[in-house]
């Protein structure tokens, strides 16, 4: 089953994002899940 995290935030705000998403995926894949980062 496929699941979506989204983590928006403002413009001035994208090194805090992508150190909240990159954060994330490490634990994720930590824990043995299947983890792919698209920005849109």
């Known amino acids: 089953?496929?699941?979506h995290i989204f983590v928006t935030g403002?413009?001035?705000s994208s090194l805090g994002k992508g150190l909240t998403?990159?954060?994330l995926g490490?634990?994720?894949k930590s824990r043995g899940l299947r983890v792919t980062m698209q920005k849109l």
């Open 10 to 12: 403002g413009v001035a």
């Open 1 to 3: 089953m496929t699941k």
């Open 26 to 28: 490490r634990l994720l």
């Open 21 to 23: 998403a990159s954060s």
